[in-house]
């Protein structure tokens, strides 16, 4: 896809001079964009002369200016709503402009860990590790206060760690493969000991909580008889976590890596997950908390909503709901595909 450059490139030129006191600006367009080019603005500049230019001389439809991320509180993005709205053109995200709406979605795809569940406390984390030491009748650990606090630290951020040993998320193909990831990212902390390892990893589901907004909106959703599938990588068989926490019961469907062989953010796992959904990808929304894995159903036409990383029990998946509904806010909604 080719793009149109609105800084200061080759593509486009700003010179300044002054005349009469004042300053005059002038700009250069190169020729109007193909249907589909994306313009990508400068956060902070606002040339809404270039832009009127761009519009007048291409009349395409179907253009984008730039992702959410990148233009949000631009000028450029408020000059084109403005200037494009007259012409039929309706804002479906901060930056995203297209001639049509797009289809209902009756369908949710949603992540697992970091979406619907959060991680939980380090602290409390290490705290049953060592708990179910003492059950199978090993010594505990001498770990000192800066040990277990360096820990919980380390640990907060496991699967992240994980990727410097894992980048390709091959852990999750298998439960082999998965603990002995898992044990290598943990003995990055020094001090360690296999035994603390191998309880920290058999108690580490049981850590695993719902978010406080999880079940009511997947509760919601149901009632609006939208169609849920998990989705997620992972190497071990999360089911009777889901029993655990009341959320099997809201789901249309699981799929998980380690038993499909194949992980996000392989387009062909998301394919997948539409089979299992029965809802086209046109009318699904993923909903994830990772801008590498989460997004490979974009090339699917599945939307995408990455929401990041929350402190604390509520996680902003209300926000699904505003994009799921059918009043006139959820033009207005927010739709991040990084």
Same mark, same amino acid.
């Given at each position: 896809?080719?793009?149109?450059?609105?800084?200061?490139?080759?593509?486009?030129?700003?010179?300044?001079?002054?005349?009469?006191? @004042?300053?005059?600006?002038?700009?250069?367009?190169?020729?109007?964009?193909?249907?589909?080019?994306?313009?990508?603005?400068?956060?902070?500049?606002?040339?809404?002369?270039?832009?009127?230019?761009?519009?007048?001389?291409?009349? %395409?439809?179907?253009?984008?200016?730039?992702?959410?991320?990148?233009?949000?509180?631009?000028?450029?993005?408020?000059?084109?709503? +403005?200037?494009?709205?007259?012409?039929?053109?309706?804002?479906?995200?901060?930056?995203?402009?297209?001639?049509?709406?797009?289809?209902?979605?009756?369908?949710?795809?949603?992540?697992?860990?970091?979406?619907?569940?959060?991680?939980?406390?380090?602290?409390?984390?290490?705290?049953?590790?060592?708990?179910?030491?003492?059950?199978?009748?090993?010594?505990?650990?001498?770990?000192?206060a800066d040990q277990i606090t360096g820990l919980r630290e380390h640990l907060d951020q496991i699967?992240? *760690?994980?990727?410097?040993?894992?980048?390709?998320?091959?852990?999750?193909?298998?439960?082999?493969? *998965?603990?002995?990831?898992?044990?290598?990212?943990?003995?990055?902390?020094?001090?360690?000991?296999?035994?603390?390892?191998?309880? !920290?990893?058999? %108690?580490?589901?049981?850590?695993?909580?719902?978010?406080?907004?999880?079940?009511?909106?997947? @509760?919601?959703?149901?009632?609006?008889?939208?169609?849920?599938?998990?989705?997620?990588?992972?190497?071990?068989?999360?089911?009777?976590?889901?029993?655990?926490?009341?959320?099997?019961?809201?789901?249309?469907?699981?799929?998980?890596?380690?038993?499909?062989?194949?992980?996000?953010?392989?387009?062909? +796992?998301?394919?997948?997950?539409?089979?299992?959904?029965?809802?086209?990808?046109?009318?699904?929304?993923?909903?994830?908390?990772?801008?590498?894995?989460?997004?490979?159903?974009?090339?699917?036409?599945?939307?995408?909503?990455?929401?990041?990383?929350?402190?604390?029990? %509520? *996680?902003? !998946?209300?926000?699904?709901?505003?994009?799921?509904?059918?009043?006139?806010?959820?033009?207005?909604?927010?739709?991040?595909?990084?």
């Open positions: 896809m080719s793009t149109f450059d609105c800084s200061n490139s080759s593509q486009s030129r700003s010179e300044a001079s002054s005349a009469g006191g @004042r300053e005059v600006s002038t700009a250069r367009v190169s020729p109007p964009p193909a249907v589909g080019t994306t313009v990508l603005p400068v956060p902070g500049q606002s040339p809404p002369r270039t832009l009127r230019r761009l519009v007048r001389r291409s009349g %395409v439809v179907g253009e984008q200016l730039a992702d959410a991320a990148r233009c949000r509180g631009s000028r450029l993005i408020r000059s084109a709503a +403005i200037l494009l709205r007259g012409r039929g053109w309706r804002r479906i995200g901060c930056g995203m402009l297209t001639d049509t709406a797009p289809e209902a979605i009756n369908g949710v795809i949603f992540d697992f860990h970091g979406t619907l569940v959060d991680g939980g406390d380090a602290r409390r984390w290490i705290e049953a590790a060592l708990r179910r030491l003492a059950e199978d009748g090993n010594a505990e650990p001498e770990l000192s699967w992240q *760690h994980a990727h410097t040993i894992d980048p390709s998320s091959e852990r999750d193909l298998s439960h082999e493969r *998965h603990r002995d990831v898992f044990s290598r990212t943990v003995a990055l902390y020094p001090g360690i000991k296999p035994d603390l390892i191998a309880a !920290l990893y058999a %108690v580490m589901p049981d850590q695993w909580t719902p978010f406080v907004d999880t079940l009511p909106v997947l @509760r919601e959703l149901r009632s609006r008889g939208i169609r849920i599938v998990l989705l997620s990588n992972i190497g071990l068989d999360i089911r009777p976590l889901l029993d655990r926490v009341g959320l099997s019961g809201l789901l249309d469907g699981v799929m998980l890596s380690f038993e499909v062989g194949l992980v996000k953010p392989d387009p062909a +796992i998301f394919a997948r997950a539409l089979e299992l959904l029965d809802v086209p990808g046109s009318q699904t929304l993923m909903v994830g908390d990772s801008p590498r894995d989460d997004v490979g159903g974009v090339s699917l036409g599945i939307r995408t909503l990455i929401l990041p990383r929350t402190e604390g029990p %509520v *996680h902003g !998946l209300k926000t699904v709901l505003h994009m799921v509904g059918n009043s006139p806010a959820v033009e207005d909604a927010v739709i991040v595909n990084v």
